[in-house]
């Protein structure tokens, strides 16, 4: 079955620490998406990339970054910078970066300060 | 900028009709609606293009009127299969989604 694979499902940072955050696809899927969701709040855009080696910032950008080196993987690094990383991430994918295409998320990763 | 949804919360009994709207300050090509369980994955419902359509997808439909920059997406005859966050996302070159609308069906 194809799908979106996003891993761990938890993850922990320390202070001053980069933690990774893994996502798959096996749709053949050309655009990728990373988001973050807060408590009770909606999905903010992190980042984006519509093609292999190439993507663009979204609204929250700051603190994160991001690769994409392969069409089947666009994981996610977040960095020390961010101060306040704890939030539920979701990574999403679509068949192209375009209005009229429907966005498959995978089952997210939950992401705390210790 | 993200869409603004409305209303925040909505608590129904089975069987009772409910209309979630979204609207935006820009203009759009396309609106997305999306439902997610408790600590689930968003759940694709339905996507409408520009030109004022309908759709609708078993008790779920959902309008776009592109003038106004407003979609809403009506819940008829509720299950309680349907209680969730209900999402919108509107496209204008790329996705935004508003902050979404807890609907809770209850027996």
């Known amino acids: 079955d194809g799908g979106i694979t996003q891993s761990p499902k938890y993850l922990f940072r320390k202070e001053g620490q980069n933690v990774t955050l893994s996502c798959e696809q096996n749709l053949n899927h050309d655009a990728m998406y990373w988001y973050r969701q807060d408590p009770g709040q909606g999905l903010r855009l992190i980042y984006y990339?519509?093609?292999?080696?190439?993507?663009q910032k979204g609204d929250i950008a700051e603190g994160y970054s991001v690769s994409r080196e392969k069409k089947e993987s666009f994981p996610l690094t977040v960095t020390s910078a961010q101060k306040n990383p704890t939030a539920f991430y979701l990574c999403?994918?679509?068949?192209?970066?375009?209005?009229?295409?429907?966005?498959?998320f995978g089952d997210g990763t939950r992401l705390s300060i210790l | 900028q993200q869409p603004v949804q409305s209303p925040q919360a909505v608590i129904l009994r089975e069987g009772e009709d409910a209309v979630i709207n979204c609207s935006s300050s820009k203009a759009l090509y396309s609106v997305h609606w999306y439902r997610q369980k408790h600590g689930e994955a968003p759940v694709f419902l339905m996507i409408?293009?520009?030109?004022?359509e309908q759709k609708g997808h078993d008790k779920i439909s959902a309008s776009f009127n592109e003038k106004k920059q407003q979609s809403s997406l009506y819940l008829t005859a509720s299950q309680l299969s349907y209680s969730g966050t209900y999402f919108c996302?509107?496209?204008?070159?790329?996705?935004?989604f508003g902050a979404g609308t807890r609907l809770t069906v209850k027996p």
């Open positions: 990339s519509q093609i292999v080696n190439d993507f």
């Open positions: 996302g509107t496209w204008n070159n790329d996705m935004r």
């Open positions: 409408l293009l520009k030109g004022g």
């Open positions: 999403a994918s679509s068949q192209g970066h375009y209005s009229n295409q429907p966005q498959h």
